[in-house]
């Protein structure tokens, strides 16, 4: 279950989505919408949770037809870079790479960055545990494409943030 805030930031919020999209979670919504109302005044939700949870590429890829769960691929916490590729797990760190498949043939990726400080991710191992050769991003929450990348692609990731492509 998706919470809003005031319990989280907007980068914690963004962050706890992506999970739930490339986990490919059902998508439950719990709000007092007589309260939270966009348009009320006294309101407490602030303006961009409502473009956040109804995110069309987002909810597109939680949606998926092949419904396959996502993983994390690799992770900055110890034995997170395991080269293994058939590792079934690879434990939690501050910075992190999940992928999920999509019934096309794409991949859904996560970068996600729980930490307190920027930080740059290299998907390049991913990306060559996914058999990927040229890539193309495109950044769901900003809903914009980032261009096409051949055997690596780096991100400088916001704190606290997730990006999926």
Request: aromatic share 10%.
């Amino acid at each position: 279950m998706t919470q809003l805030p005031p319990t989280l930031s907007r980068a914690e919020a963004h962050l706890y989505f992506a999970t739930w999209i490339v986990m490919r979670s059902p998508l439950i919504l719990s709000a007092d919408f007589a309260h939270n109302a966009p348009r009320r005044s006294g309101s407490n939700w602030p303006s961009w949770i409502l473009p956040l949870v109804k995110n069309e590429h987002a909810i597109a890829i939680s949606q998926d037809a092949l419904s396959a769960q996502g993983h994390r691929l690799w992770s900055s916490g110890v034995n997170g870079s395991n080269t293994n590729a058939s590792a079934v797990f690879v434990p939690p760190g501050e910075l992190e790479i999940w992928s999920g498949p999509l019934a096309n043939g794409d991949s859904a990726v996560m970068l996600a960055n729980r930490g307190e400080r920027i930080a740059r991710i290299n998907n390049t191992f991913a990306l060559q545990k996914l058999g990927c050769v040229n890539v193309s991003v495109y950044d769901v929450f900003g809903k914009r494409e980032l261009g096409s990348y051949a055997r690596r692609y780096i991100r400088t990731s916001c704190v606290g943030y997730a990006f999926v492509a």
